[in-house]
Nanobody
């Protein structure tokens, strides 16, 4: 049973930075890709960033491109999201998710971590 646990959220002023972490636990963790998503109050969940586990190919939403960096530590089964130049509109609950099989959807989700950016 794979579990994802996010951490690193918090309150930060506009222009500040945060690094989110997502640790995968389970006897044997294997995933095709990992992603970060976010959901602001009253809005749908949206894609933020993605990284393929083996090759480390990255993809970003236009809204965060140039401000966020997704990375992974294979030895630690952990994926990170470094967020810089944060804006109030980045305020949301951030979720990590695992796409364990290529061509399938994200099938394991974390519980989320709150990011609040004050103006």
């Amino acid at each position: 049973q794979v579990q994802l646990v996010e951490s690193g959220g918090g309150l930060v002023q506009a222009g500040g930075s945060l690094r989110l972490s997502c640790a995968a636990s389970g006897r044997t963790f294997s995933s095709y890709a990992m992603g970060w998503f976010r959901q602001a109050p009253g809005k749908d969940r949206e894609f933020v960033a993605r990284i393929t586990w083996r090759l480390g190919n990255t993809y970003y939403a236009d809204s965060v491109k140039g401000r966020c960096t997704i990375s992974r530590d294979i030895a630690k089964n952990t994926v990170y999201l470094q967020m810089n130049s944060l804006k109030p509109e980045d305020t949301a609950v951030y979720y990590c998710a695992a796409q364990r099989t290529a061509g399938a959807g994200y099938d394991v989700w974390g519980q989320g971590t709150q990011v609040t950016v004050s103006s």
